[in-house]
């Protein structure tokens, strides 16, 4: 992964968020496990539109290899957004 956002020890690759089936944010992130160990991640991504919170989603990724790049499924209770939108990454745990 070059250049996009990273917190801690990962790094999103690429992200497509789309409706999940019911209405809410849904989609996959793919995301780089960046130093040399394995590491199990959870991850929240904020979506904001307009300067405001949007919504959020989920996701998690098992003991990925280091430097390997995993597709997290992302899940939310937030309704799905539409056009333009920012959004920030966050590594809530990793061990």
Do not use: C, H, W
């Amino acid at each position: 992964a070059s250049g996009g956002p990273s917190d801690k020890d990962f790094q999103v690759a690429d992200l497509q968020i789309q409706d999940d089936g019911l209405g809410d944010i849904g989609g996959i992130a793919r995301i780089t496990n960046t130093p040399t160990r394995s590491l199990t991640g959870t991850f929240t991504f904020t979506f904001f539109q307009g300067g405001q919170i949007a919504g959020t989603a989920e996701g998690s990724a098992n003991d990925v290899a280091g430097g390997e790049t995993v597709t997290v499924q992302l899940v939310s209770q937030d309704k799905m957004i539409s056009g333009q939108f920012r959004y920030q990454f966050q590594v809530d745990a990793e061990f």
